[in-house]
């Protein structure tokens, strides 16, 4: 466990609180910081699914198939992976000698510009528990047919006790650093008067869109080799408690 404290002490004295219209009361303020490194228990992997046709629906089914080939090979390292999508888009492909764009007239699909085929495009997340294999689902999606297959980032899936344990140490250092100013300035360190919490509380839930779509009739091709392991061991998780403290002194 690691943790370090950032202190700014302060003597209130009773001239300086009679400019604000609070009681004239000394006081101690301390601001001190704990820090608490953690293993990471959750990656995030994502990438993009491509499938192409000359209809809509065939670039649909061959971005399906190839999003379920890659569904099926990640289950076998990571069991039950929480596989998301975050977005989806089917895009009109025309010969290379149409000239559309958004600044000049309007112009047909006829000609030059009549579609030859569509594109579908998928973008995925895949949350994972099994931390250390992340690379290894990198390696296996991108032999599948992933588009750009990366780890995102790694974080924790609960961090409350965490941060009570970086409460906890955070109090016990301002107490540390108030008695210190106390001794040093001659006067005796009362009571707490108040406790504010100064932390970033962390990024909001996160989204729960979830992509489904019925399997393709073909069978899938037989099963590929192992995948070439990528071993990872991912750096810790800092998580940072910041808190004020306000002390009385004695008279």
Do not use: W
């Not at 192409?52 to 190839?66: I, N, P």
């Not at 540390?176 to 001794?183: G, K, P, Y």
């Amino acid at each position: 466990m690691r943790r370090f404290a950032a202190v700014l002490p302060m003597l209130m004295s009773c001239a300086a609180m009679a400019q604000t219209g609070e009681e004239a009361h000394p006081r101690i303020v301390v601001t001190s910081a704990a820090t608490i490194p953690s293993p990471p228990d959750r990656a995030v992997v994502s990438f993009s699914v491509h499938g192409e046709g000359t209809t809509s629906d065939e670039a649909v089914r061959a971005m399906v198939a190839k999003r379920d080939a890659i569904e099926k090979g990640l289950a076998g390292i990571s069991a039950g992976p929480d596989i998301r999508a975050a977005q989806i888009g089917i895009a009109e492909v025309r010969g290379r000698d149409c000239n559309r764009n958004s600044y000049g007239n309007p112009r047909l699909s006829t000609g030059e510009c009549a579609i030859v085929g569509y594109t579908a495009d998928l973008q995925m997340e895949v949350r994972t528990a099994a931390v250390n294999e992340a690379g290894t689902m990198v390696s296996l999606a991108g032999r599948l047919g992933a588009t750009n297959p990366r780890i995102d980032r790694f974080f924790l899936a609960e961090d409350k006790e965490i941060r009570r344990r970086g409460v906890a140490e955070a109090l016990a250092e301002a107490k540390l650093q108030a008695e210190v100013i106390a001794r040093a300035s001659g006067v005796r360190l009362g009571g707490i008067l108040s406790v504010s919490n100064l932390s970033f509380n962390g990024p909001g839930p996160y989204d729960e869109i979830v992509a489904t779509a019925q399997r393709v009739g073909a069978p899938l091709p037989p099963p590929p080799p192992p995948p070439v392991v990528v071993g990872l061991k991912p750096r810790a998780i800092e998580t940072q408690v910041k808190i004020q403290v306000v002390y009385a002194i004695q008279p």
